[in-house]
């Protein structure tokens, strides 16, 4: 049976608002993980992408992936690793295109429906474990979504997967955290993105129109200009419209957790499709009314996060 879940989560007293359970663990929050291992991949256009790997010596592996602008380092990357390696799964995290050290090679970015990376991931992960279960953030969790709903990732040794804090609506969730009072994610959104693309146009000049620069407001503008026409797609509102996983949530077969926070300031009324919850049989809804964006704090310096706990839990459970 499908499931909207009754959620027990509170946030700490002193995060009293969405933002500061935003902003505090983005900043903040440290966790440290050692004894990784660093491997690049060859993707099939020639490309390349960086895996960081959490060895527990187990055939039991979790897949990481982060959100926009993010990478494989991040707190909450490493704390959503850490619970894994504690409880015996080996853990890879990844970056997307252009998010690891190096800037990749090939005109194309990342984006929020490539999920052709993902499944070069799992596959070559596919290789060496029985099982692989998903966990994604933000972006990472639209792409994991729409990654579970396409052929590619029929044929994988996938069990389950956790998507946390996701803007299953891409049109309207731009449009939001583009609007007034969360305008300070956005610019700080935009200022990384102009960067990368004027770092790449020095390697791509024929592909990346520079001079669109001028025009970029908000990140709606950013997907018209560059998002979109970059990755194939002749406009912002073409890639939303074909890239955003809550078309994809009717074909997903393996058991799915989506953990949206009610006053997260980045997801629109359309992220929260509770009549379309109750019509599927694979999927597990969660939203609670605080939690913010990829936050879920808790109080305790190494205690985990609650989306933490949940992930693990979820992905323990047998269905």
């Not at 990472?140 to 994988?156: A, I, M, Q, W």
């Not at 970029?216 to 200009?225: H, N, P, R, V």
């Not at 939303?240 to 989506?258: E, R």
């Amino acid at each position: 049976m499908p499931l909207i879940s009754t959620s027990t989560y509170q946030r700490p007293k002193w995060l009293f608002n969405r933002h500061l359970e935003t902003i505090y663990p983005a900043l903040f929050r440290k966790v440290e993980l050692r004894n990784s291992q660093t491997e690049r991949i060859t993707t099939p256009d020639g490309d390349f992408l960086d895996l960081d790997w959490f060895k527990a010596k187990n055939k039991r592996l979790v897949i990481i992936s982060h959100g926009l602008e993010g990478n494989s380092k991040r707190p909450y990357m490493l704390g959503m690793a850490q619970i894994f390696l504690k409880n015996g799964y080996d853990v890879l995290t990844w970056n997307f295109r252009g998010c690891g050290e190096e800037l990749n090679q090939q005109p194309i970015f990342y984006h929020s429906g490539a999920t052709y990376d993902l499944n070069t991931v799992v596959a070559y992960a596919a290789q060496k474990y029985d099982t692989i279960s998903l966990v994604g953030f933000s972006l990472g969790g639209n792409l994991t979504l729409k990654y579970l709903g396409e052929s590619l990732s029929k044929d994988k040794p996938i069990d389950k997967a956790v998507a946390i804090s996701v803007p299953l609506h891409l049109s309207s969730s731009s449009k939001k955290i583009s609007s007034g009072e969360n305008q300070l994610y956005s610019k700080r959104f935009l200022k990384t993105l102009r960067e990368k693309v004027i770092r790449k146009a020095q390697h791509h000049p024929n592909d990346i129109p520079l001079h669109f620069l001028r025009n970029i407001k908000t990140l709606s503008d950013f997907d018209d200009y560059f998002t979109g026409p970059l990755h194939g797609f002749s406009d912002a509102e073409e890639y939303y419209q074909v890239n955003s996983s809550l078309f994809f949530l009717d074909k997903i077969t393996h058991p799915t957790l989506i953990l949206n926070a009610q006053n997260d300031p980045f997801l629109s009324e359309q992220c929260f499709p509770v009549k379309l919850a109750r019509e599927l049989d694979h999927l597990f809804f969660e939203f609670p009314k605080q939690g913010g964006h990829v936050g879920f704090s808790v109080s305790g310096t190494n205690t985990p996060y609650y989306s933490e706990k949940r992930a693990f839990e979820f992905i323990e459970r047998d269905f």
